[in-house]
């Protein structure tokens, strides 16, 4: 036995992956070379972003070359090594391609020491990538206080059932939205959340009402579907939404914000509403800094002056054409003398 079968990217899929799209193929097996191993992968993540690693976009990986083998995240055993820091026997997480078999390198691979009492696969899911994503998540971007109210979407998916179990446990009043009966049953039978919404047969405005009863405090959003439109609308004031992915979006489809919002995911970046009412505290610093750039002639800035209270419905109008150049201000009286 010393052949290998992979799966291979053939065509880029438009929308759903089927058959045409990848091909399963068998290949002589590698060989290890000096320092490498020859890994026998175990399990196989499959992901909804390895759908989003087919597009010809890069993502917040590389897009997946067509015909090569199609990336994977694995868990694998040591079959051969010849590096005395790998024995054979050895467990270890890589990026093992969809694969039966790769070599690779120390540096490219993170060995594992399972506890007897867990189950292998864990170490390539709630321990792993999902487990950290639950956690980062919910403590580095939604960063909650106990009490708050907190919805979770796609709420029993591998991420969404971590963040409901950690929100719970930090006292949060955790409301998750999931496809199904049986997956909201199971996440508060045996997962001990609050409230769920089952999203395919309830009517998830009225049930958000009547669950969030003060508003919603933090969205853990991994779908981006118009479920998210339903949550934004009943926000209360600073709010955080961790934006974890748009599932709802990978095969194309999703709300028409979705393919723009998952860019925030993939480049980790940050869109924040704020209001000036907020920072009134540094107002007279702020425009002391301000009128000295003006008087060192550093800042330009344009006033656009309309004369009489008349000129109301003209300057509005004005705004909202693109006619004024700079503020839009009236002249009511003259600025000496009466
Ligand atoms: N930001 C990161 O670094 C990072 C890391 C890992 C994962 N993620 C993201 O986390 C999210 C969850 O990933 P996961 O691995 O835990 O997957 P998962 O939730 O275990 O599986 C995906 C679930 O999404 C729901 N779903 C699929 N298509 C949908 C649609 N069109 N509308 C509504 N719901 C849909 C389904 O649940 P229902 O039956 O409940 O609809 C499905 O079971 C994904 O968006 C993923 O990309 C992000």
């Known amino acids: 036995m010393t052949h290998n079968r992979q799966w291979i990217l053939r065509q880029r899929p438009l929308g759903a992956v089927t058959e045409q799209h990848l091909q399963l193929r068998s290949v002589q097996r590698a060989i290890p070379a000096a320092g490498e191993v020859l890994v026998r992968n175990i399990y196989l993540l499959v992901p909804p972003a390895m759908r989003l690693w087919m597009n010809p976009q ?44 790769f070599t690779a390198t120390a540096a490219q691979l993170m060995p594992l020491a399972p506890h007897p009492q867990v189950p292998l696969a864990a170490y390539r899911s ?48 955790v409301v998750g939205i999931a496809g ?51 949550l934004l609308e009943r926000i209360n004031d600073r709010a955080r939404i961790a934006l974890c992915g748009m599932v709802a979006s990978y095969n194309g489809g999703g709300t028409q914000s979705a393919g723009a919002l998952m860019r925030l995911v993939t480049k980790a970046a940050r869109m924040e509403g704020f209001l000036v009412r907020d920072h009134f ?6 425009a002391a800094k301000l009128q000295a750039l003006v008087l060192e002639d550093k800042l330009k800035y344009r006033i656009d002056i ?22 839009q201000l009236l002249r009511l009286s003259p600025e000496r003398g009466a």
């Open 58 to 101: 890069d993502s917040y990986v590389p897009a997946q070359p067509l015909g090569e083998t199609m990336m994977g995240i694995t868990l694998g055993i040591v079959e051969a090594s010849n590096d005395l820091a790998l024995p054979v026997g050895t467990y270890v997480n890589g990026m093992g391609g969809c694969q039966e078999w």
């Open 126 to 173: 709630v321990l792993d990538v999902q487990g950290l994503t639950a956690w980062a998540g919910l403590h580095e971007v939604c960063q909650p206080q106990p009490g708050q109210t907190l919805v979770v979407t796609a709420a029993a998916g591998s991420v969404g059932s971590l963040v409901c179990q950690l929100g719970t446990q930090l006292g949060l009043h």
């Open 180 to 230: 199904g009966a049986d997956k909201c049953r199971w996440l508060r039978d045996e997962c001990g959340i609050a409230a769920t919404i089952d999203y395919k047969a309830e009517d998830v405005g009225a049930r958000l009402d009547a669950l969030c009863p003060n508003g919603i405090d933090r969205v853990f959003e991994n779908v981006g579907g118009p479920v998210l439109d339903l």
């Open 281 to 286: 505290h540094r107002y007279a610093e702020v």
């Open 306 to 327: 309309l004369d009489g209270l008349a000129q109301l419905p003209v300057a509005l109008d004005n705004l909202f054409h693109g006619r004024n150049l700079g503020v």
